[in-house]
């Protein structure tokens, strides 16, 4: 059996060194390359033609959502793991809606990495104890507004209270006086959410967040 080809993206240079060594040990996985940044994520996928893509969601560049959306819609043969601290349901939910087939929290042990490698690497969909647990509290009290996928999970819900009013058209002396802050702290929070959502300007971000259905069309 041929090992499974796996690429680490991670923006810390010691963990994706040190979950490589841990992968290493295994015959079953290679690691083919690793990423420190969405882009370079996008990049590497490309170069390297990995089985699975173990993923950080919070990266400076391009969140790991987003590089997961970007990846499946050129490849979407490669299973995409994420492996984060994050556990909330935002960022569950989001990762699910992007594509990705499995899920764990960074401080899994040896056997529950390669668990998820495996079984993803075999078209299977496989979350972690912790985040299974999660799922299952949700399915058992039906929380069904729990489970609708909160759009941006990169950004606060200030943030996303800004984009929302930017969304319908509002000027930042506007949205300063809507949500009672002072003008320097909305372009603060502006300049927060172009960095996030790579873009450049306020039209791309209106059609970001319309096409999220943020602000109304």
Known sequence: MKPIRVLIVDDHQLF????????STAGE?????????????????????????????QMPDMNGIEATRRVLADRPDI?????????DDDSLFAAMAAGARGYILKGADKAEVLRTVTAVAEGQ????????RRLNT???????????????????EREREVLA????????????????????TVSNHVSSIFNKLQVADRAQVIVKARDANLGGR
Do not use: Y
């Open 165 to 184: 009013l930017i969304a319908q058209g509002h000027s930042n002396n506007d949205i300063a006086t809507r949500l009672s802050i002072s003008s320097k």
């Open 138 to 156: 949700l399915f058992q009290h039906g929380a069904q507004g729990s489970m609708a996928v909160t759009p941006f999970p990169e950004l606060t």
């Open 125 to 132: 969909a496989l979350f972690g104890p912790a985040i299974a």
């Open 29 to 57: 996985t290679d690691v083919v390359g690793e990423a420190g940044t969405g882009a370079e994520a996008i990049a590497q996928t490309e170069r390297t033609a990995p089985d699975v893509v173990l993923m950080d969601i």
């Open 16 to 23: 994706r060194e040190g979950l490589a060594a841990l992968l």
């Open 79 to 87: 299973g995409v793991v994420m492996l984060t601290m994050l556990e």
